[in-house]
């Protein structure tokens, strides 16, 4: 028998100068990147914590906390990698993933097979399996005023 459990992940980071732009583990060129004690990479972080939410395994910040100097600076692709040998220790293997990205700048549909390819080879899945979207929210709110970058994932995982 089958065991599938779905879980659902969201992060948001403030976008500032002086920092590279890290999303969805590649780095994209724009004249501002995200703040955070890791790389920041808010597409990851999402889908961590949606990975762990369906194994019931907690959050990254309990798993990798921002206070932790292991993990200052740090790229979010390791997080990822250690998220998922996690859920492999309890028995569970990454079934698929859907992630949206809120940004009004840059544009990022010309990044998202690149995005794709680099999460499934990180937790080990066909790059069919790794869904990523983007969209804007019409200018509104801080994602609309470019202050930040928000991320959702909804993960599916599977114990046989």
């Not at 948001?12 to 724009?30: M, Y």
């Not at 501002?32 to 019931?56: E, K, Q």
């Not at 907690?58 to 206070?67: A, K």
């Not at 019409?138 to 005023?145: D, N, P």
Request: proline content about 2%; hydrophobic content about 45%.
């Amino acid at each position: 028998m089958m065991k599938i459990r779905v879980g659902m992940g969201f992060d948001v980071h403030q976008l500032v100068a002086g920092r590279d732009l890290w999303l969805g583990g590649i780095k994209i060129e724009h004249s501002l990147g995200l703040l955070g004690h890791s790389d920041a990479d808010v597409l990851i972080h999402a889908i961590c914590d949606a990975l762990l939410g369906a194994a019931a395994l907690r959050d990254i910040g309990y798993h990798f906390p921002d206070t932790a100097a292991s993990t200052l600076d740090i790229d979010s692709k390791i997080l990822l990698r250690k998220t998922v040998e996690l859920l492999r220790e309890h028995g569970y293997e990454v079934g698929n993933i859907d992630a949206t990205v809120c940004a009004e700048r840059p544009k990022l549909n010309p990044h998202i097979p690149a995005m794709q390819a680099c999460l499934a080879e990180v937790m080990g899945v066909d790059a069919d399996c790794v869904s990523i979207k983007a969209t804007t929210t019409e200018r509104l709110g801080f994602t609309g005023r470019e202050e930040g970058i928000s991320a959702y994932a909804v993960a599916l995982i599977q114990k046989a």
